[in-house]
């Protein structure tokens, strides 16, 4: 009797959790730090996937029909824009999705790079702002009953946004400026560049795509002597034998991992927004010290 009891309180939690479920926003973020962001804002009222999950490149991405799947399915799909999703056109047509289209950096003025929108504008707090405003009033819109809830939430996460900002501009005033520069490989920090202060230079010569040669190397050695940069960040550098020249030859430090296009797993050092962001000042920081 006790164990008939037992499956029928387990059948009715069961039952219970499939209709919450049920009752939830289904959502499509076109990547891992969008999804984060609708996670934040929708709380429990919503349930959210990424096309491009964490560790993932949207750059280089390329859809499945399981995507298209996801798409048809959802109420509500958020994109970046600024041309970041240049495969999302062709993916919303094949999905015949009638839902409506969100796209988070409405309201930011996209920086230009080589005649081309910089889509990178979530590396500013400040902008990862007018992204929560825009997801806010993209859910109460589909979802016009969780209005209080997604508003509740939205103001609890901008105030963590404010405090991030403020953390991130407290850490940068303690380095000198003169330090306040880095080479890297990343050409995603254009945005966290104009916030901040810190100037993110390309290495000369070198491509993202492939791994820097002895030659490559020895421009940059030459690159940080005469601008006299005090760090280097080259995630495409498996030799340790390189890196230990650089750091030889120069007196720079070379730094570990910026991340900049996706989060990581929930092990990892950046499964969230915030994560991310206070990954990447801690590791500027602490190679831009004195």
């Not at 973020?29 to 964490?54: C, H, K, T, W």
């Not at 750059?59 to 824009?81: C, E, M, S, W």
């Not at 303690?174 to 104009?194: C, L, Q």
Request: hydrophobic letters at 45%; one cysteine or more.
């Amino acid at each position: 009797m006790r164990r008939l009891i037992g499956l029928i309180c387990l059948a009715l939690v069961m039952t219970t959790s499939a209709a919450r479920a049920e009752g939830r926003v289904n959502v499509v973020a076109s990547f891992s730090i969008l999804a984060d962001m609708v996670r934040n804002v929708g709380g429990n009222r919503v349930e959210v996937a990424a096309l491009v999950g964490p560790d993932g490149d949207a750059h280089v991405y390329a859809p499945t029909p399981a995507d298209a799947k996801k798409i048809a399915d959802a109420r509500l799909l958020v994109v970046n824009g600024f041309g970041f999703e240049g495969w999302m056109p062709r993916l919303l047509q094949a999905s015949g999705s009638k839902a409506p289209v969100t796209v988070a950096t409405r309201g930011i003025t996209a920086r230009q790079v080589g005649g081309h929108e910089d889509p990178h504008a979530w590396q500013s707090a400040v902008n990862a702002k007018i992204y929560v405003g825009n997801i806010r009033d993209a859910l109460i819109a589909v979802a016009p009953g969780d209005a209080a809830v997604f508003r509740a939430n939205a103001e609890a996460y901008l105030a963590k946004l404010d405090a991030l900002d403020r953390e991130v501009r407290e850490a940068v005033a303690k380095i000198p400026e003169a330090r306040r520069k880095v080479i890297s490989t990343h050409g995603a920090f254009g945005y966290f560049a104009d916030a901040y202060g810190i100037k993110f230079i390309a290495p000369l010569g070198v491509s993202t795509d492939s791994e820097p040669s002895a030659r490559d190397i020895a421009e940059i050695i030459t690159q940080i002597r005469v601008a006299k940069i005090p760090a280097v960040f080259l995630e495409n550098i498996s030799d340790p034998r390189l890196i230990e020249r650089i750091a030889a030859e120069t007196g720079a430090k070379v730094g570990g991992s910026l991340y900049s296009d996706s989060l990581t797993g929930e092990k990892g050092d950046a499964p969230t927004y915030i994560d991310m962001v206070r990954h990447n000042i801690k590791a500027l920081t602490s190679a831009l010290a004195d």
